[in-house]
């Protein structure tokens, strides 16, 4: 009926195998990631080592993109699945096949996101079924523990067991809590449950839980607040819980590259690009075991000098990633263009680069992921475009129109004298795109652009009515505009215009943002994803 085997070939506890592992995580969390691994892999029959070890690589996979990473990755998430009870139980007989059962929840999860990243429809098929069955397992868990806290004082082993519940539950709501809501009510009527409430609060308790998976809640809940709240505009993150969940891990791992990483983010929301770049340094000197996090640091390390318009220093951290990494090569070449686009020719000819050729670049540098393509590299790759023609376009603003879409402007505009800096370049384009004598066929979109961008410096530093009249302008505009292209700049302008909640002209602004996408027709369709309300 169940199907079981030890927990560890030579039999030890439940109790000293996550007491290892948790020696394990602090290994990785210390930064000594190949140790971590060797602990884990001599006990490779133990459920929880077998876990542990294939979570990291799974990780490793995810960072690298390496084919012989996801060939390491998926094998060694396949071993624990004959561990683990193969099938979803009814009832549950000890602590440690409640643990199993968790496990393999998890491994699931681990499963499905490796196949997600396979390139087939297939593949993503039975990515969304391995989901499915874990989500059911979770729900199962959580069931359990339920009926049982009441009974039973919880031990340390169904400590780490409800942790684990929590971590999970948490995670499947807040995600799914994102998705737009058509999906969300298709995924609900499919057993799914997507409360963001509930989601936080789980995550909050896993977090708290002294608990083998507690840095994973705190994981989550740090990439909710830190990067999904502000990519996705849904409301600032709240930087203060973000501080407190991490001010542990930060007097235990002072050095720990993830730790110095989150701290170095937070900086950057808080308006403190020096402090940060400072810690995104040291996250950088820390390790060199995993080069991926690197990346993840000249990324951040570009924003950062974007916002100070330091283009020289955000031009290096984007070369080295379109040097060095292997995540979005289309959109790393579109960066570091767009970067050049904004020194003096003179420069970018003395740096030895080729603004014009770059963009050409982009389109041929484009992946595909589960046959389809990226959003993102596509954006860059329509913006792009203009620079194919024989007689080259040109972009105006490129950088400071990426930091719209990944909603940089929000960040800067903690720091008014930086964001004034940005509008007196948006006022010098705007100037000249006023004196040019032979306006290109992209005139009126730039205009708009220049509009909207102004508009939403406006609104950082609080001159609403100046704000409100950069907006009227770009949408007096876009009526006489057809080119498909103009569509995102348009949205993005209402987006804009939607973040007014609060303002006096909140219902009037609403009402013609209404009437205006009603005209729109379909283009919220063509929405770059990261716009895509919730
Ligand atoms: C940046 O943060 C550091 C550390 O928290 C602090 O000492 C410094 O005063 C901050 N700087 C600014 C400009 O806020
Ligand atoms: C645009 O023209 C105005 C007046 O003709 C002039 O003062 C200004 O300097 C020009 N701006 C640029 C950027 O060429």
């Known amino acids: 009926t169940f199907f079981f085997s030890n927990i560890s070939s030579d039999n030890i506890d439940l ?16 930064n000594r990631f190949m140790d971590a691994l060797a602990l884990l892999k001599p006990r ?61 929840a998890e491994v699931l999860l681990q499963k499905a996101a490796l196949t997600f990243l396979d390139e087939s429809i297939i593949g993503f098929i039975k990515g969304g079924m391995r989901i499915r069955n874990s989500y059911q397992i979770y729900k199962d868990c959580q069931a359990m523990i339920n009926a049982m806290e009441d009974k039973e004082k919880l031990t340390s082993t169904l400590t780490h067991f409800r942790g684990g519940v929590s971590m999970g539950i948490g995670s499947f709501n807040l995600m799914l809590s994102l998705l737009p809501s058509r999906v969300l009510r298709l995924m609900e009527f499919l057993g799914f449950s997507g409360d963001r409430e509930m989601g936080l609060s789980e995550l909050r308790s896993g977090a708290a839980s002294n608990s083998l998976r507690s840095i994973l809640s705190t994981l989550t809940l740090l990439m909710f607040h830190l990067y999904i ?20 891990y930060k007097n235990k791992f002072p050095n720990g590259a993830l730790i110095l990483f989150y701290t170095a983010r937070i900086a950057v929301l808080k308006g403190n690009f020096t402090f940060a770049q400072e810690k995104y340094l040291a996250c950088i000197a820390s390790q060199e075991e995993w080069r991926q996090i690197h990346h993840l640091c000249y990324w951040e390390l570009m924003w950062a ?20 990494s292997k995540w979005s090569q289309a959109v790393y070449v579109f960066q570091k263009a767009a970067i050049l686009s904004m020194l003096p020719e003179e420069e ?21 992921i589960a046959g389809k393509s990226i959003p993102t590299e596509k954006f860059a790759a329509k913006k792009a475009q203009r620079y194919v023609s024989s007689v080259p376009g040109k972009l105006v603003v490129p950088a400071l129109e990426m930091m719209y879409v990944w909603n940089g402007f929000t960040v800067v505009g903690k720091r008014p004298e930086l964001t004034e800096n940005i509008l007196s370049t948006l006022e010098k384009t705007e100037d000249q795109l006023r004196n040019e004598t032979h306006p290109s066929e992209y005139h009126q979109d730039d205009e708009c652009l220049v509009q909207l961008l102004k508009g ?7 001159r609403l009515v100046q704000a409100e009249i950069c907006f009227n302008r770009v949408i007096s505009r876009w009526s006489h505009l057809t080119a498909p292209h103009h569509t995102l700049e348009l949205t993005a302008c209402f987006f804009a215009m939607m973040n007014y909640k609060d303002y006096s002209m909140e219902s009037r602004l609403h009402f013609r943002i209404h009437a205006a996408l009603n005209t729109m027709g379909s283009f919220a369709a063509k929405l770059p994803p990261s716009r895509t309300p919730a």
Not at 15 to 30: I, P, Q, W, Y
Not at 305 to 324: D, P, T
Not at 456 to 462: A, Q
Request: hydrophobic share 40%; aromatic share 8%; charged share 20%.
């Open 229 to 248: 709240s502000v990519i996705l505009g849904i409301g600032d993150g709240d930087l203060k819980e973000a501080e407190a969940l991490l001010a542990p």
């Open 44 to 104: 490779n029959q133990s459920m929880y080592h077998a876990m542990g070890y294939s979570s990291i690589l799974v990780m490793q996979a995810g960072m690298t993109f390496e084919p012989k990473d996801m060939d390491a990755a998926m094998s060694a998430s396949l071993p624990i699945v004959s561990i683990c009870p193969t099938s979803p139980v009814v009832s549950f007989v000890s602590t440690e096949e409640m643990h199993a059962e968790l496990c393999y």
């Open 348 to 368: 970018v000819t003395e740096l030895g680069e080729n603004v014009v050729q770059l963009f050409r670049q982009v389109e041929g540098l484009r992946l595909k």
């Open 15 to 30: 109790e000293t195998v996550l007491k290892e592992c948790s020696g394990a995580l602090d290994l990785f969390l210390n």
């Open 305 to 324: 000098y974007s916002f100070e318009q330091n283009w020289r220093e955000a031009y290096h951290y984007a070369n080295l990633l379109s040097k060095e």
């Open 456 to 462: 939403l410096c406006l609104r950082e530093l609080g």
